[in-house]
């Protein structure tokens, strides 16, 4: 069994900075590709940042350039540093994972945990 637990939200200002962490546990083998999600009260879950087991990155739009997605395989742990935080990134951050790169990219899973609160005041 696979397990991620997220965790490091917080109320911050904006142009603050959080760094969230997704612990790994379980058959983390299994786990090729991990994304970072967010869900905003009123809209939909979306993908804001992927990372693979080969060190290769992807982020939304939305995100680049203030956003980077990292892995610590030793520690099985994936890092979402977010830098010049705006109110707009205020949602209910979730990392999840899977071996196939285009379940991650669609966010299609069985479940979700409980996920982070990042709160961005202005």
């Known amino acids: 069994q696979v397990q991620l637990v997220e965790s490091g939200g917080g109320l911050v200002q904006a142009g603050g900075s959080l760094r969230l962490s997704c612990v790994v546990s379980g058959s983390t083998f299994s786990i090729n590709v991990i994304g970072w999600y967010r869900q905003a009260p009123g809209k939909q879950r979306e993908l804001v940042a992927l990372?693979?087991?080969?060190?290769?990155?992807n982020y939304a739009s939305s995100v680049k350039g203030r956003y980077t997605i990292s892995r610590d395989n030793a520690e099985n742990t994936v890092y979402l540093q977010m830098n010049r935080l705006k109110p707009e990134d205020t949602a209910v951050y979730y990392c999840n994972g899977d071996p196939v790169f285009d379940r991650v990219w669609r966010g299609s899973f069985g479940s979700w945990g409980q996920g982070t609160q990042v709160t961005v005041s202005s």
């Open positions: 990372i693979s087991s080969g060190g290769m990155t």
